[in-house]
């Protein structure tokens, strides 16, 4: 097995966990991280979002939080995994089960430079926002206007808690 792939093993063993320290530790200092809901510049930025995630989480109840992940694969340079995330939406109380799949590209020690989420936007938006995200999930501006949300969001707790 290729250290990166244990490097993965370790990020996502540490979600499931919601340990957002472990996983911000699996990043470069100038590490990206986009998906449609964030596009994130820098560790101090991809920490305050996994630590916002993960205490959202642990408000909503532990016991309401599940992570499976699976296909890790890794090499010198670049890694994939599919991870399933079983939760229940902050804003809302929804429950949501959100399937996505992750690229990586990973530093010579072994660090991420650069990950990328996919997952279907409109899938999510229904189950997470319910009638709002059947009507309009699908339209870009809808998609703009939650990112747009989401960034206050993690701005606010950036400047409260990092």
């Not at 189950?127 to 809808?142: E, N, R």
């Amino acid at each position: 097995m290729h250290p990166n792939e244990e490097t993965l093993k370790r990020f996502y063993t540490a979600f499931a966990a919601l340990d957002p320290d472990t996983m911000a530790a699996c990043y470069t200092e100038d590490a990206t991280f986009n998906d449609p809901g964030f596009s994130l510049r820098g560790r101090r930025e991809i920490s305050g979002m996994w630590h916002m995630l993960c205490a959202a989480a642990r408000g909503n109840g532990r016991e309401g939080w599940r992570l499976e992940f699976r296909e890790i694969t890794a090499d010198a340079d670049q890694g994939r995994a599919v991870w399933e995330a079983h939760y229940q939406f902050s804003a809302t109380k929804r429950q949501v089960h959100n399937i996505i799949g992750s690229e990586f590209f990973f530093t010579p020690e072994g660090l991420i430079a650069n990950q990328r989420d996919h997952f279907d936007f409109w899938r999510w938006s229904r189950q997470a926002l319910g009638l709002g995200g059947v009507m309009l999930g699908w339209t870009p501006f809808f998609k703009k206007q939650v990112r747009k949300q989401i960034r206050g969001a993690l701005d606010n707790y950036l400047e409260k808690h990092l």
